[in-house]
């Protein structure tokens, strides 16, 4: 990671191109759309059977398991967009990180339903600027306060165009109620590639390649 290189992203003018985004994260889905579905197939029955088999389970399951699996889809994207070989433990990967996750899954929430409550405008604005907030975590090796400060202050560089992503992300999601749900497992890891890829596109220059590993440290901003 380049300090510098980091102080500089987040005090000058950010921009990344929408459809571009787009079009890269297919490419990543493409490479490996079988494994892609397979393993979101496999969230989402576990999902359901703590909804529908589990009920009294279910925060636990959101706080827990969901937000380390889930991660995995970006491990398996680092990969991807590497060169690299993928095999189906890759999207496992996520546990590897899991204090960061919880602690960033259930910390930022906490702080949006609390924004949101306050005004509403804090909680949309801290819903939109913890954006990155994991993926920091996972290639800074960042604890999980300063992941979600760094993710905040680069997001805020150009808050209004991530704002227009985010809702495009939901509405493609949302969209899927036609199918009755059934376009998830394509809908939700292209969710998380493009999420990737603006990321990766933005701090190209700053941190290394690959993850760095679950931080177990506090690296203070610059």
């Given amino acids: 990671m380049n300090p510098e290189k980091l102080q500089q992203l987040l005090e000058s003018e950010v921009d ?3 459809k571009s985004a787009f079009v890269k994260a297919w490419e ?13 197939f496999l969230v989402l029955t576990v999902q359901a059977s703590f909804v529908l088999y589990l009920k009294e389970y279910v925060l636990l399951y959101s706080l827990l398991i969901a937000p380390p699996l889930y991660s995995g889809f970006y491990l398996v994207a680092n990969k991807i967009s590497l060169g690299l070989p993928v095999s189906y433990s ?33 909680g949309v604005y801290l819903a939109v600027g913890y954006f990155f907030s994991v993926l920091m975590g996972m290639f800074g090796g960042f604890d999980f306060w300063t992941s979600m400060e760094l993710s905040r202050k680069l ?17 493609m999601n949302l969209a899927t109620l036609i199918t009755f749900g059934m376009a998830l497992v394509i809908t939700l890891p292209m969710t998380f590639f493009v999420n990737y890829v603006v990321f990766e596109e933005l701090t190209r220059e700053v ?16």
């Fill in 207 to 222: 941190f290394a390649s690959e993850p760095s590993g679950p931080a177990t440290t506090h690296e203070s901003e610059s």
């Fill in 155 to 171: 997001v805020t560089r150009n808050w209004w165009k991530f704002f227009v992503l985010v809702l495009i992300l939901i509405a």
């Fill in 28 to 40: 990543i889905f493409k490479s490996q759309a079988l494994l892609h579905v397979s393993f979101m």
């Fill in 90 to 122: 890759d999207y496992f990967g996520g546990f590897q990180y899991f204090w960061l996750t919880f602690t960033i899954w259930l910390i930022a929430q906490v702080l949006i339903v609390l924004g949101v409550f306050a005004l509403v405008a804090p």
């Fill in 16 to 18: 990344f191109d929408i």
